[in-house]
């Protein structure tokens, strides 16, 4: 195979990760809050990128300027992580693949609203296409069943789709003097800096203590793995091939997340589900169609 090829396939490894995550965190849940579950992972990522960052021999200067606004993404990604694994507990993790997957139609939204960016005829087909296959998926075939109480988790996870969408638009719309994988690493640290004073108590100590063999698999995994390495080929892929490109890889990964979730978790994949989540997923490809 040629080199050129292979940068094509750079992104696989990543959507694969980040599909596979949420049936991770899904089995984490049932042993430990997600406020410990998005500070371990952040520690175990920090743990990983800050070594990388020496080998490559990164530069570790400071601006300003540039870390004021990565502690606003960091309080935008802090919280965008907590409603998502909270809303978790209450849903499964193949609705949450798919209901993820709408971001790309809040950032369209939010792009239209605060970066003037037009939408066509075309993007906003494919926003009314996605937002009924969500109604379907959330109300499991009656869009007018829906209501806070019962969908609870859908609706939460629905909201961290939201929330991406704005760190996505405000990372767009600043500049920041640091290369990519130094951004990372700064967003992190200042994450977890932010999150792990909410589990500095006993009950939480205990609770990572006696995790079971898979638990600890888990959290590395979602750690090193889908923090820290995924980020590393993201970033390494976006300077590779064009954004938009990139971007298109993602809508495999509710694909992953579904056939993960059937395989690791045993959740039952209902025709329904499928029908919805390839709705959703028409309806982003059209968003994002130029």
Known sequence: MELKSLKYWLPVPAVIFWGVSFIA???LLDYIS????IS?????AVSLLFPVALLT???FNLNLKSHFYILILALIGVFHLWIQVTGMKFTTASNTGWIIGTAPVFIALLGMIF????????????????????????????????????HKGDILVLASAFTWGVYSIFNKKI???????????YLFVMMAILIIPFNINPLVIDSVINLPVLGWISILFLGLFCSGVSYVIWAYALRELEAKKVGAYLYFEPLVTVGAAALLLREEIT???MISGLIITTGVILVNKD
């Open 271 to 273: 025709l329904l589900m």
């Open 34 to 37: 997600p406020e410990t579950i």
């Open 25 to 27: 965190t899904k089995y």
């Open 57 to 59: 021999n990164r530069r």
């Open 115 to 150: 970066l003037k960016e037009k939408i066509s005829i075309i993007n906003t087909i494919g926003i009314l296409i996605a937002t009924f296959g969500l109604l379907l998926l959330v109300g499991k075939g009656n869009p007018f069943s829906i209501n806070f109480f019962e």
């Open 175 to 185: 500049s920041l003097v640091y290369s990519p994988l130094m951004t990372i690493l």
């Open 40 to 44: 371990m992972r952040l520690i175990l």
